[in-house]
């Protein structure tokens, strides 16, 4: 198996950490990465470390981040494509957290936004966050959607299969999987969102995904 498609097979969601701080090599290799995304994407995409107040205090049961004190914070100016922008290139930081041996979890919910000691400017919108650090576990593999159930398609090239394989492994929020696919050529695929708050991300998501799996950029439609 080629080394990306393991990282992306081995990424589950991960919600209890262990007391284990980051090394200062990972954090520089997770700040190099950010750097370069928030120049090239005009993003202000933050790490914050040693603290965990965001998910501490939210005390709903459901969904709660335990003993996590690391997260992303993807920040970027308001701006109606900026939930699918963080989706992408947020997903490239969380591979990256996944192959120098960390675990993640994306949490658009489940925190406390208001706790988040990011700094935001006043023309700036925190999206959502990662949580990231040493997990108890590395998660487990959930259920998914099959192809046939995301492509009306019938004709395509292994590309697009693979594509939609690796499509399939992405993050969703709650797992929903709402995306749909429509091979069109060999340059164009057609990706329609569900409907729902965090479809946007989930969107980015997805296509940085297919990309990987289809090994070529791709013409969105
Ligand atoms: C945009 C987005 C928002 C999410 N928000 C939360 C959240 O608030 N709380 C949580 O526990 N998990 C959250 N998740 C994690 C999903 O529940 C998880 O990715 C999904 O169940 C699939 O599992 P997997 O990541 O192990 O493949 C979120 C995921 C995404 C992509």
Known sequence: ME?????????????????????????????????????????????ILNDGEAFDKFILHYGRLKNCKNYIALIGKKDSS?????????????LKAQELGLNTCWVAGTYKKALVKADINKDEKLVCVIAIGYGETNGVIRKSKTIDEVTDSNNYPEWYRRGIEFALLAPTALNEQKFKFEYIDDENVKVVPGRGAMTKIDLGIVKYHFELGANKKINWQ
């Not at 090394?23 to 700040?31: A, C, P, S, T």
């Not at 900026?82 to 969380?94: A, F, P, Q, T, W």
Request: aromatic letters at 4%; a negative charge; glycine letters at 4%.
């Open 3 to 47: 080394p990306k498609e393991k990282l992306i097979r081995e990424r589950h969601s991960v919600r209890s950490y262990l007391d284990k701080e980051i090394e200062q090599v990972k954090i520089n290799e997770l700040n190099k990465l950010i750097s370069s995304i928030n120049e090239q994407e005009n993003l202000n995409i933050q790490l």
């Open 82 to 94: 900026l939930d699918e922008k963080v989706g992408y290139n947020g997903e490239k930081i969380v």
